[in-house]
């Protein structure tokens, strides 16, 4: 049974699962990368994030991961963009000892000066990690030009030089505006009959119950992304493999788009059948590695394509892609469109009785539609889908408005 409940500016949805022996439970915060206007150094989202495990005051970060590992939590989070999602997970029986100690490790943490320096040394090692990942710098790059001049074009993780001027100050401001201050979405899905105990929890440190105006939490999700420009870039790389990005931006998208967009995905590159994977790789021996992707900022999707190759097929895989961009709107079979459903579908079932998909779900529809969307919904969009929905989403992807972005290896 799904309740939800009003906490100051925030909102508990409780989902209670009559005989369940594990729970999920995260606290969400409509407060990504984006939200770093020029008073945050880049990465500030991120690095709060990380210091949300090092303990809150009279309690430090091995006392901490010691008193949940003896309850057998697990513990996790990320940063996107929009959102910063923590979350806990574990058996029933120990939900509301694990609940306390949560809710006060990322309401009242510690910040110590000490533990912010350490942190850097370690988000300085991950970012060194992605220099020889060109999946994700080609990502990075592409972000760039899509989101020129606002803040969604720069890294989640900062820069080398970005985290260096983080300081206690920017990261208790950041915690003060966006977490303190709301709106925050509080999720569990797990045995029912804790409702009431996981709110006193929650009142303790993050308010009083209140009515609001549930529509505010969505006010400020995301961000009207400018209309990209027209862009190439080629960079060399030191490598013997080449990586393309082809990125779509496809604007504004509703409830419905984004159901048979996921569709369109799986026709296009996402599925071992998809037209991507048979034409490039199993047709033409083009490459390796070849799939389509959905990302949604806010309200807005970009549909991106990656494959990896050998630098002396680009050429050639240039001109069969552009080609199957081209056609793609015209050759789209009922057959694919109906296999697309059966998995589509079938993710969403299999995702459903995953405690922890539920809960996080749960938070991403309110922060997005202001509403839990149930999976009857989902899936009655999914049956109720022609080829004419698919075709007209199709004849949105467009040569014209396409950023290709080229990491070029040396050819052997």
């Known amino acids: 049974m799904l309740t939800t409940f009003s906490i100051g500016n925030n909102v508990l949805i409780y989902e209670g699962i009559p005989d369940k022996k594990i729970f999920a439970f995260g606290i969400t915060f409509p407060a990504g990368s984006s939200k770093e206007s020029v008073k945050y150094p880049i990465g500030t989202a991120h690095f709060l994030e990380h210091m949300m495990f090092k303990g809150f005051k009279g309690t430090g970060p091995l006392k901490l ?3 949940l590992e003896a309850l057998g939590i697990e513990i996790n989070a990320f940063t996107t963009k929009d959102l910063t999602h923590y979350y806990i997970r574990g058996l029933e029986k120990n939900f509301l000892k694990a609940a306390n100690l949560f809710v006060k490790t990322i309401f009242q943490p510690a910040l110590s000066n000490k533990d912010i320096e350490k942190e850097k040394l370690i988000i300085g090692e991950e970012i060194l990690s992605y220099e020889d990942d060109f999946e994700e710098l080609v990502f990075e790059e592409a972000d760039k030009l899509l989101f020129e001049g606002t803040t969604y074009m720069h890294p989640i993780t900062g820069t080398l030089s970005s985290i260096k001027n983080i300081s206690r100050h920017n990261l208790i401001h950041f915690h003060d505006i966006h977490y303190l201050g709301g709106p925050t979405v509080f999720s569990y899905s797990g045995k029912e009959g804790y409702s009431k105990r996981l709110l006193n929890i929650i009142r ?3 308010g009083n119950e209140s009515s609001i105006d549930q529509s505010g939490l969505t006010s400020n999700y995301g961000l009207i992304v400018p209309d990209a420009k027209l862009s190439n870039r080629v960079k060399q790389i030191d490598g013997t493999t080449s990586h393309l990005l082809w990125s779509f931006p496809l604007g504004r998208i509703g409830f419905e788009s984004r159901i048979r967009l996921s569709l369109l995905n799986y026709i296009l590159g996402e599925g071992n059948s998809s037209k991507l994977f048979w034409r490039l790789r199993e047709k033409l021996g083009l ?22 190759l050998n630098p002396n097929k680009v050429r050639k895989a240039t001109t069969e892609l552009n080609k199957l961009i081209e056609q793609l709107a015209t050759h789209i079979t009922d057959k694919e469109l109906t296999n697309a459903q059966t998995q589509i579908e079938t993710q969403l079932v299999m995702e459903s009785e995953d405690i922890t998909n539920r809960m996080q779900a749960n938070s991403k529809d309110w922060l997005i539609y202001g509403r839990i969307v149930d999976i009857s919904e989902v899936s009655q969009i999914i049956t109720n889908t022609n080829v004419d929905h698919i075709v007209n989403l199709a004849q949105q992807i467009s040569l014209d408005n396409a950023i290709k972005v080229i990491y070029e290896g040396k050819s052997k």
Do not use: C, D, P, W
């Not at 490459?287 to 990896?308: C, D, E, K, M, W």
């Open 65 to 67: 991961t010691r008193k």
């Open 204 to 206: 303790q440190s993050a």
């Open 287 to 308: 490459t390796y590695h070849v799939y389509s992707t959905i990302n949604v900022y806010g309200h807005h999707a970009v549909l991106q394509i990656y494959l990896t």
